[in-house]
């Protein structure tokens, strides 16, 4: 009677080994003594090609806020499964604007530029990167470079500020005191000055030249052909070395931190990276984490009240090569399997969402 018990013991054993060998994803807790901390954790083999990254923004816009699930949940087709979602970058939760800060591409295209933190791309094949990632925008007249811009769909105020908008940015913008070039389909459609109410067309976008630096706007004439393009400087990963991932290659992006590895080496300095806040630099608090492993697994998950560097360590014990902080606080939020892990504290305006495709 044992002998057959312990036959369908092991029989069972087998099987469940067999399912978790071939499972794509889990979900886990772990406590981590050396920090008195207890992390949720979800770990998803992005090597398999039938998953694939996604960025949700909130009601697809660039300047909102949603919650996590309803984000996540909108990636779900008819051809694929939501596996779970991690809340995104910082951004402007208290002054109502819904601002994001961090870098976001999307489709391999730049649609936010933060310059500062931490950066997590996705190549069109899954590879991972993790590093300080700085954006230079350069600027075309009949293809010669004549212009510059600060950033990609952020308003600014500064009077010398120059600021792309495009078809993702879908509120009206402004160019009271200043100047816009307004181009469709490649070309200059219009210039506008001082006008407000104006908005991209698509497959176009709106050049605006805030007050100081409007005098700029003479370079353009309607019927020019305009265009932009970037450069990546990555700090800690060189982009000459062939096997390296190279930003140029990123097809999805999305920019927080501070870092809490980079290389397999911890680094975990917030005032290094731009960040000047306590809360973000020293406090104990809710924190979110996404990284991966040397064998390009996708790790992401969430801690309570830990500062950050507890976040490094506990990256570091889970044999990361790359990983770095998430928005925290009340924005904190971890979504698996149809239910939240971590339930956020308030609507975010973005999110990492991780899908499978179906096989019939």
């Known amino acids: 009677?044992?002998?057959?018990?312990?036959?369908?013991?092991?029989?069972?054993?087998m099987g469940f080994s067999q399912v978790f060998a071939v499972s794509t994803h889990i979900s886990y807790t772990k406590n981590f003594k050396s920090v008195n901390k207890t992390a949720k954790i979800v770990v998803i083999d992005v090597n398999n090609q039938n998953i694939r990254p996604n960025i949700g923004r909130a009601y697809d816009k660039i300047a909102a806020a949603q919650s996590l699930k309803d984000m996540a949940n909108k990636k779900k087709t008819d051809n694929n499964k939501v596996i779970g979602a991690i809340n995104g970058t910082y951004f402007s939760a208290y002054d109502g604007t819904n601002l994001p800060y961090g870098t976001i591409i999307e489709n391999g295209k730049v649609v936010h530029i933060g310059n500062y933190g931490s950066?997590?791309?996705?190549?069109?094949?899954?590879k991972i990167?993790?590093?300080?990632?700085?954006?230079?925008?350069?600027?075309?007249?009949?293809?010669k470079k004549s212009y510059y811009a600060w950033g990609i769909n952020h308003p600014r105020e500064e009077k010398d500020a120059i600021v792309i908008y495009t078809e993702e940015y879908k509120d009206a913008i402004s160019s009271i005191g200043g100047k816009a070039v307004i181009v469709e389909n490649g070309t200059v459609k219009y210039i506008a000055e001082n006008k407000d109410n104006l908005w991209v067309s698509q497959n176009g976008f709106i050049i605006v030249f805030n007050q100081d630096v409007s005098y700029?706007?003479?370079r353009f004439k309607v019927g020019d052909k305009?265009?932009?393009?970037?450069?990546?400087?990555?700090?800690?990963?060189?982009?000459?070395?062939e096997s390296n991932i190279n930003w140029k290659d990123v097809k999805l992006a999305l920019g927080a931190g501070p870092s809490l590895i980079i290389n397999g080496n911890i680094t975990a300095d917030g005032a290094l990276e731009g960040f000047w806040e306590s809360k973000i630099n020293t406090n104990r608090a809710q924190r979110s984490f996404i990284g991966y492993t040397f064998d390009n697994k996708l790790v992401m998950g969430t801690v309570s009240n830990a500062n950050l560097k507890e976040m490094a360590q506990i990256c570091k014990e889970l044999n990361l090569k790359g990983a770095m902080c998430m928005d925290g606080g009340a924005s904190s939020g971890l979504y698996y399997e149809g239910k939240y892990i971590t339930s956020p504290g308030r609507n975010i305006n973005n999110a990492i969402i991780f899908t499978e495709e179906i096989i019939k």
Do not use: C, P, R
Not at 119 to 126: C, H, L, M, P, R
Not at 129 to 143: Q, R
């Open 119 to 126: 950066v997590i791309g996705f190549t069109s094949d899954n």
């Open 226 to 241: 305009v265009s932009y393009d970037f450069k990546f400087e990555s700090k800690n990963i060189d982009q000459n070395i």
């Open 129 to 143: 990167i993790i590093d300080n990632l700085n954006i230079k925008i350069d600027g075309y007249i009949n293809d």
């Open 216 to 218: 700029l706007v003479s």
């Open 1 to 13: 009677m044992k002998k057959i018990f312990l036959a369908i013991v092991i029989i069972f054993l």
